[in-house]
């Protein structure tokens, strides 16, 4: 007795009948992880079908919950992936930690194809450690239906918000997720502050009066007119209801905008006087994970896949539509012809600065985060963040 | 088995009496309006319980606003949110079942050709079954759920719905938290059954020493999950059993051991002994007074252990993500999963959520009284 | 049938069978499994806690054997527990000045201060809302009470995980979270939430007693319906008043279940995890990181495995200690048998 | 103490669904003692929950000392309880059990309450039990402890729901002296039930009899039992009951001719004969009490076989074949073996006849001395 | 059918501390029905336990039908038990629970089941229940089921545990003849437990009356009731039971005076006087038993006091004030009030005198019918 379902057949034969076609390589099997909001999943599982079919190589894609704790516990027990995705910050820590390896010297394609910044970001103390795709940063948004053009300054910024800020009334001037360091970074770096730069002879720039000027600026200017809590969700919300004027936020937000049918437009933020905004940008690689050390055919497929991911223009071009992502590949970031949403974080892009990859940044995030609330709540912000930075050397011991 | 055929009985009276709980109550409204008419009962009765009831829903309503507060999230048609920036809505705004549905999926039983093979000869029979569809959620169109309407007074639009291309896995999900849950409960049930039935009729070695262990552990263990994570997570890895449904199933059944054998040991102190004598002077032999007396009367104590075990398979979530890969994602790995790190898309959060959570509380509306009575606290006293 | 009778008639042949010691083989498995996966990781916990694990380490060294070593861990001996017993100072601070600086590790013993209180708000909070819940659903005149029952349930049927992500959205400190526009709407000034911290520690206690009542409730519930309904007539035939019904009759008949599950639900309170880790990461600043978020801090974040594993030793040390007093205090572990 | 009057009450539970209490009336007067007895579901206790204010009834009465209490609520009654198992609380002494019914319903101060429950554990006989708890008393003790908690109180009345249904017969006969010596020694007004029909003969100053919720018949116990108003009270009371036999009723206003086909006959003259014929009714039961057949020494008489003597100490019952469950008490030396034929006979002013369908005693008038209490 | 012997046996419990039987030895006949009765604790449940084989004695023998049973394991006794609280299994309808038995202990077919069970369901008349589940019965369906269920497996012993202690005294009486009359038909070997001694005395072949675990006395129930070994039996047996007066004995052979300080005086003549002085015994207690107790009509006889008059049905019981408990039953026509002198005699042959010390009859002699069954 034998039950088949009729539907599968055609799935199967199909997924066989590539393997015929490829080159001298012999054909392998890669693990490729990421975490994609579910708005995302349905063209990277596409995208992985395309690659699967038009190669010899197979990838097997997961969405996965919790990248960071998956990978720190998977990888060291060689169960995680060939390759995975994530922002390039990580790159520090997990090269020390031994779990992505360098594939500089494998590689088909040069890392020339890309952006500097990408290029930059892909590599780590010299290895190559992963394949760059796009771009994220955060840039400002504002409510078409409020606001009729983006404000050039931070002070017309604020003369919009004041105009707009009515908590009794559920209105507001702008939604930003203060607490988060990564969110907040323009405003740190604004006037010359850093919160960690391991190339500085004063590694540590939490405390450095520059950045306390450019977190007090933010406290000042912005706080008042944002909804009372500084984190993510509350923040996003206020303006993806079409309740708040401004937003300052990454591409990924713009999923949530469309389908609350917010009205938006994008531009690059505002610049604060005697400073120059200056948002952590975050290139995402397509890692090559320790498994990939080990060579031998499923390295092989990761890296083809990686290959040919981040070459893929169409691919790219594509996401770039659908999601607001910014492209790193030289082709696409300089052709101009980039579509209009993408072009308000291009541009922020432009302003940007590469987040940190050195692990001591890790330890850095916590207590400034724990200091912007403290700021957000009115306490003393100089104080604030030298507690932070006295707690991060503690921890750097 | 009598078991089976008890519980099936009674689930088939509580179905009865959840479907005729309205008439009982139009009949105790009948009978009071009658009473009160007739000057025989004091209208302050009705009122007295009336108030009571009216209180006592207040207070649950009240308890269980934050699911409301969820559900209002789950029916929304913009996404959701439980950050409602424009202030308290009791009310979703353009409500729609699309979480819903999505979370659902297609309820499609696909078809199947079924061969017969003839043995030593060449023909083979083959049926081909028809395939049934109950729900495609990628052809729905607009204004069909719901809608209300009186000739050509509309009173309720309808959710609105639209074919929905990409549902969610939550079957695939639904499908491992069973095979996880389920093997969860076989085998706590064989560990705790036999442990139970021991430490309440045998007089043994240690007895007390391990029931105290087991008492002493029935918190301490199930806490140190986390603390344990660590130490369980390089075992599982080093013996490659990680990313395995089963050997997840295993430590959840060990976790469950101390308090459910516990539990049950407490609920058969309170089954006379006389049943098992009986039993033994009717000749049975004693795993015949198992099977036949004992594990029969503990079927409130049983029931009690398996919703509790099942639970604990059905929603753990640390282990769980720390130890199951893709493909192997229970359902609220896979809840979880729909978070992405800057953004929780609500509606389909929570009604994913709800959806999970919908079945428990059926099963307890059923299981109540034998949950209730299987807590039994007899063997407690003094 | 028959043969599988004859087996079984012929097992009961065996003599040794009949010795009651014997018995201890029933429960043997269900030991032997959960020592395997609980007491064995503590060994290892223990283990890991003498050693300067971390992830790097740890997991170095190939084959089933380099568990048993650690990796290649160092060992330190008892330099981990004197870190988190006696690493750094703690500041005894009263009306804002310093009183005292001790030589012990203040983060600790904050959050070991912390975790206790934490553990007596919120079983009083607990049992006090359970015992209000269970009186209102056994209540004589409240119609429907078995569907409420059954609907009250409801928390525990949802991942703790999401209950506590939804409640942390609950208590946003902004001016539309739902606790804030529930303040306002009474009249109240809003309150920052998760960013005050005797105001988070509030949130913490909320959310713990919405996610512990189930469990409580249906053990109340069953413990009073096992009150026997002559003890009620029988006081209220002595003239008392449904206050002394509930203080005489009521609550002495249920006190052993409930104090057998406010002392679980004690032990869980200690353990609790999610809620200070998802609300604020035990914060604001750490203020009120309960002990185990304290070694999962120390463990995973800053990758001391070494050191969060003796961070959970110290703690499931106390928590053991405080269910053994109880345990025995209580005499849980009696049967009727020793009745 | 007090006079207790029930009027026409009623109680339906279930929405009218089931009728536990049918139109009862019943005046109890100061200081008498009333059991109430009848078989099980019959609405004993209904009845005595609704006088303790633990049931509303449906429809009725009650009154107290004269005073409606029908609305009023149990603790505001004044009513003392003894339950059946004795509903002691099992976490107070023996002390703090009696004394919760003072501090509940009393404003005596600490001392004097226990003043009073000293003396009435003397009275009792348990005042080295006070400060024992009640699962460290045995069953007789703890009655007694209930019956003090009782009478501590000083109730008006006094309400039992079958409290020696719990003890063995030994000590159910020494707890039923023990009641009966402190109602003579209290004088108070008591309601008693039970399904025992031997406790309520023996320790009623009168007897209540229930069936399906209607009150049968009350009356002093002896007359009762002698006079039995229709055939469930006759077969209910006593032990061994009155024998009873279908017979056809056949004959004028001077003589009736019971018979039935088991060559049954008997006949009654007189007074009797004219009562009987005058009511129409020819198919009936014929009722005789046990110890009212007697061995008749001659020929006369019924021709009956001994199925079973059974030895009772001082006297033998014999089991006869005339009816189900036919039994002649007779003294112990009248020893007959299984199977002999033995001739009996009755007098026929020990005869009841009933109506074979209602039941309703065909010869019964309302005893003179009852119809002037009731008046 | 089987005989059952018991021999020295002797049960401890807790290491010792508990002597709940203690050396007692029993022989019972094929068919024979032995009632076991005795004050709560006594240890009957103990001794029937051994003999079902749930309690291993401590030492001595349990021989059924001739052979030694002590280590056998209970399912291969093949003895049937009938529990206090019947035991049916309450997830299992009436027909399932006969059919258990039978199904374990033997190796019929289904269809000899049914139509066992269909037979003995028959004979207890509870045909109709057959599928109905055991908490859908009442009390006294679920005492014949439990009948039944042992019934059916036809084994050699009966036990019985008090098996009518949980039903009212109504039912108690019904089921007791029902007990009865199976025995009778179906000749079975029993031993019924009882601590009602008015069931001992009327259902058993034999009593035997336990104490402290020692056998007191084995007999004929009449035998038993009025020639008691001790004073325990005396009073135990019986209901009302024997009355006590404590006496000093006085006087020589031929004349024994037997007098208190409360007035009361008797006195012996002939053999039982020498009987009693023989033994040199001075303070005796006196039993009488109430049935033998007589008003005299004539001034003869002592003087006593009406304490309470009892009506019970065809008798009054007289309770007087010559001892404690003291008691006459008198034919129902007597009728003094309470308070009245009245002179009361018994005749010496009734006298029965016991040591006061040891309790041990001292005019006892083992009737010789029964020596010779022992023999
Ligand atoms: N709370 C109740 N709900 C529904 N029916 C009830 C309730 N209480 C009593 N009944 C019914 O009312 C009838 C009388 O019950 P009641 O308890 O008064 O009987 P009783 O004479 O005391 O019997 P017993 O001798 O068994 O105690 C019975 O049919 C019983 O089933
Ligand atoms: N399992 C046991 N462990 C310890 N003592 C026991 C046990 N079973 C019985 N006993 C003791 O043995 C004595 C005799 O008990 P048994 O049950 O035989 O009495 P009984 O005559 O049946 O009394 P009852 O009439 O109350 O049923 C009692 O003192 C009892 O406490
Ligand atoms: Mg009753
Ligand atoms: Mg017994």
């Known amino acids: 007795v034998g039950v088949q379902s009729q539907g599968d057949q055609t799935a199967q034969s199909g997924g066989e009948s590539s393997t015929a076609g490829g080159s001298g390589e012999s054909a392998g099997t890669a693990k490729a992880w990421y975490a994609l909001p579910d708005t995302e999943l349905p063209a990277r599982k596409s995208a992985i079908k395309q690659f699967n079919q038009n190669s010899a190589h197979t990838v097997e894609g997961a969405d996965i919950s919790d990248m960071q704790k998956k990978t720190t516990s998977a990888i060291p027990a060689g169960q995680g992936p060939q390759t995975f995705e994530w922002a390039h910050d990580l790159a520090g820590d997990y090269m020390e930690r031994g779990f992505i390896v360098d594939q500089g010297d494998k590689l088909n394609v040069s890392l020339d194809e890309f952006t500097d910044a990408a290029a930059e970001a892909a590599q780590y103390d010299g290895n190559v450690v992963g394949l760059p795709h796009t771009a994220e940063t955060v840039a400002l948004l504002y409510n078409k239906e409020l606001v009729d053009e983006a404000p050039q300054t931070v002070a017309d910024m604020k003369a919009v918000m004041e105009e707009h800020h009515d908590p009794s009334n559920n209105k507001y001037g702008l939604g930003m997720p203060f607490a988060d360091p990564y969110f907040l970074s323009a405003w740190a770096h604004a006037f010359g502050g850093y919160y960690f730069d391991h190339t500085k002879e004063e590694q540590l720039g939490v405390a450095k009066p520059e950045t306390v000027k450019g977190v007090q600026f933010a406290v000042d200017n912005f706080v008042p007119y944002m909804p009372n809590d500084p984190t993510y969700e509350p923040q996003a919300s206020a303006f993806a209801e079409g309740n708040a004027a401004f937003a300052i936020n990454g591409p990924w937000y713009l999923s949530t905008l469309n389908e609350k049918g917010v009205d938006y437009g994008i531009a690059k933020l505002p610049k604060p006087e005697g400073g120059d905004p200056s948002p952590f940008t975050g290139i995402t690689l397509w890692y090559f994970s320790k498994k990939m050390g080990e060579g031998g055919p499923s390295a092989a497929a990761a890296r083809a896949f990686a290959e040919w991911y981040v070459t893929n223009e169409e691919l790219l071009l594509k996401n770039a539509e659908e999601t607001g992502n910014i492209p790193v590949l030289k082709s696409l970031a300089e052709s101009g012809d980039l579509p209009e949403n993408v072009q308000g974080f291009a541009e922020a892009v432009q302003q940007g600065y590469p987040m940190p990859a050195h692990p001591k940044m890790n330890k850095v995030w916590d207590p400034v985060k724990a200091a912007l609330t403290k700021g957000f709540n009115g306490k003393d912000v100089p104080k604030a963040m030298e507690t932070a930075a006295e707690e991060i050397r503690g921890n750097w011991e | 088995m009598s078991l089976f055929d008890g519980v099936g009985r009674k689930v088939k009276e509580d179905a009865r009496d959840v479907v005729s709980a309205p008439l009982e109550v139009a009949r105790d409204a009948a009978y009071t309006v009658e009473g009160v008419r007739n000057g025989e009962i004091s209208p302050a009765e009705p009122l007295k319980t009336a108030g009571a009831t009216l209180g006592a829903l207040v207070g649950v309503l009240l308890l269980l606003f934050p699911i409301y507060w969820i559900l209002i999230a789950a029916l929304s048609g913009t996404g959701g949110s439980i950050y409602s920036s424009s202030g308290l809505k009791l009310f979703p705004e353009s409500p729609s079942l699309v979480p819903f549905l999505w979370v659902v999926g297609d309820l499609i039983i696909p078809a199947y050709s079924i061969s017969l093979n003839i043995p030593s000869s060449d023909i083979a029979i083959v049926f081909n079954t028809p395939q049934v569809v109950f729900l495609d959620v990628s052809a729905l169109k607009p204004g069909t759920i719901g809608r209300i309407a009186f000739g050509s007074a509309e009173l309720f639009p309808g959710f609105g719905v639209q074919p929905i291309e990409n549902p969610s896995t939550f079957k695939k999900f639904f499908w491992n938290s069973l095979t996880v849950a389920i093997p969860t409960v076989i085998i706590s049930l064989c560990l705790v059954v036999p442990a139970a039935y021991a430490l309440s009729r045998r007089e043994f070695i240690f007895r007390r020493k391990i029931l105290f262990v087991y008492v002493l552990m029935t918190q301490v263990g199930s ?76 079927a409130a104590g049983l029931a009690t252990v398996f919703i509790f075990t099942f639970l604990t398979g059905w929603t753990e979530f640390v282990v769980a993500q720390t130890l199951l890969g893709t493909e192997n994602y229970t359902l609220p790995v896979g809840l979880f999963s729909l978070i992405s790190e800057y953004s929780i898309p609500w509606a389909r959060f929570s009604a994913f959520a709800l959806t999970f959570a919908a079945p428990i509380m059926l099963v307890y509306l059923f299981a109540q009284r034998y949950i209730e009575g299987g807590l039994s606290f007899s063997g407690m006293e003094g | 049938m028959s043969t599988a009778s004859r087996v079984a008639r012929r097992v009961e042949e065996v003599p040794f069978l009949d010795k009651s010691d014997v018995s201890l083989l029933f429960v043997l498995p269900g030991l032997f499994v959960f020592s395997a996966f609980m007491l064995f990781p503590v060994l290892y916990l223990l283990g890991i806690s003498f050693t300067n694990a971390a992830p790097a380490n740890l997991f170095a060294g190939e084959g089933a054997l380099s568990v048993l070593t650690f990796g290649e861990a160092a060992f330190v001996g008892l330099e981990n527990y004197a870190r988190v017993l006696f690493g750094g100072t703690f500041d005894l601070v ?38 209000a819940i269970a009186l209102v659903v056994t209540g004589e005149r409240v119609r429907g009470k078995r569907f409420m029952r059954s609907f009250i349930i409801l928390p525990m049927g949802l991942p703790a995980i999401f209950t506590i992500t939804v409640w942390r959205g609950i208590f946003s400190s902004a001016e539309f979270g739902l606790a804030n526009q529930v303040l306002a709407m009474l009249g109240l000034e809003t309150v920052s939430w998760l960013s005050n911290r005797w105001m988070a520690f509030v949130a913490y206690n909320v959310t713990e007693a919405w996610l512990a009542y189930p469990f409580m409730v249906i053990i109340t519930v069953s413990a009073l319906q096992d009150v026997p309904d002559e003890l009620h007539e029988a006081a209220m035939v002595d003239g008392a008043g449904y206050v002394a019904r509930f203080f005489h009759v009521t609550l002495p008949s249920i006190k052993k279940p409930v104090l057998f599950a406010s002392i679980l639900t004690a032990a869980a309170s200690f353990q609790q995890f999610l809620i200070p880790f998802v609300f604020n990461e035990g914060g604001p600043a750490r203020q009120n990181e309960l002990i185990v978020v304290y070694g999962y801090r120390e463990a995973l974040s800053f990758s001391q495995y070494g050191r969060g594993a003796a961070i959970s030793l110290i703690a499931v040390v106390f928590i053991g200690a405080f269910m053994w007093l109880n345990v025995k205090r209580g005499r849980l572990a009696d049967g009727v048998n020793e009745a | 103490m007090a006079t207790v009057t029930l009027d026409n009450l009623r109680k339906e539970f279930d929405n009218g669904r089931i009728v536990a209490v049918d139109g009862v009336s019943l005046d109890v007067e100061d200081g008498e003692f009333v059991t109430v007895v009848g078989p099980s579901g019959c609405g004993k206790s209904t009845t005595l929950r609704m006088l303790a204010g633990l049931e509303s009834p449906t429809s009725g009465t009650i009154e107290i000392d004269g005073e409606d209490v029908t609305d009023v609520h149990a603790r505001r009654r004044d009513v003392a309880m003894v339950f059946q198992n004795y509903a002691l609380y099992p976490h107070k002494t023996v002390r703090q059990n009696m004394a919760f019914g003072l501090r509940m319903s009393t404003d005596l101060s600490k001392a004097e309450r226990e003043e009073r429950v000293r003396e009435t554990a003397e009275m009792m006989d348990i005042e080295e039990l006070l400060n024992d708890r009640p699962n460290e008393l045995s069953g007789g003790q703890k009655q007694r402890v209930a019956l003090g908690r009782a009478i501590v109180r000083e109730p008006n009345v006094f309400l039992f729901d079958e409290p020696l249904s719990n003890l063995d017969a030994k000590l159910r006969t020494t707890m039923r002296t023990e009641i009966q010596r402190l109602q003579n020694e209290l004088d108070i007004t008591a309601i008693y039930v039970t399904h025992d029909q031997e406790e309520a003969m023996t320790m009623g100053d009168r007897i209540a009899i229930l069936n399906d919720g209607v009150l049968q018949q009350t ?3 002896t007359e009762v039992y002698r006079n039995p108003r229709n055939e469930f009270v006759g077969g209910f009371v006593g032990s061994p009951s009155m024998n009873f036999v279908d017979v056809a009723v056949e004959g004028d206003g001077g003589r009736v001719a019971l018979t039935n086909d088991d060559g049954f006959a008997y006949e009654l003259t007189g007074e009797a004969a004219r009562a009987a014929s005058g009511t129409g009714v020819t198919e009936a039961r014929l009722g005789v009490l046990p110890e009212n057949v007697t061995v008749a020494e001659d020929e006369d008489g019924l021709r009956a076989t001994v199925e079973v003597v059974e030895p009772v100490g001082s006297d033998n019952y014999l089991h006869l074949d005339l009816g189900p469950d036919f039994i002649a008490r007779v003294d112990s030396h009248v020893e007959p073996s299984n199977g002999d034929t033995i001739r009996v006979t009755f007098d026929q002013r020990d005869v009841t006849l009933f109506d074979a369908e209602s039941g309703e005693s065909l010869l019964w008038e309302e005893p003179t001395e009852r119809k002037k209490a009731a008046a």
């Open chain 3, 94 to 131: 009263l009306f804002g000045e310093t009183l005292l600086t001790l030589p012990i590790n203040g983060q600790f013993w904050n959050s070991f201060g912390v975790t206790w209180l934490f553990v007596a708000t919120s079983v009083t909070l607990k049992i006090t809302l359970s015992l």
């Open chain 2, 223 to 298: 806490g140190l999950g986390i603390a344990l994570l660590i130490g369980l997570y390089t075992v599982y890895v080093q013996f490659g059993i990680n990313d395995n449904k089963l050997a997840l199933a295993v430590y959840y059944a060990a976790t469950a051991v101390p308090f459910n054998t516990w539990l049950l040991k407490t609920y058969m102190d309170g089954i006379p002994v006389s049943y098992e004598e009986a039993a033994v002077v009717d000749g049975a032999p004693p795993w015949r007074v198992v099977t036949e007396v004992i594990i029969p009367l503990s």
């Open chain 4, 219 to 221: 009356g002093a116990p």
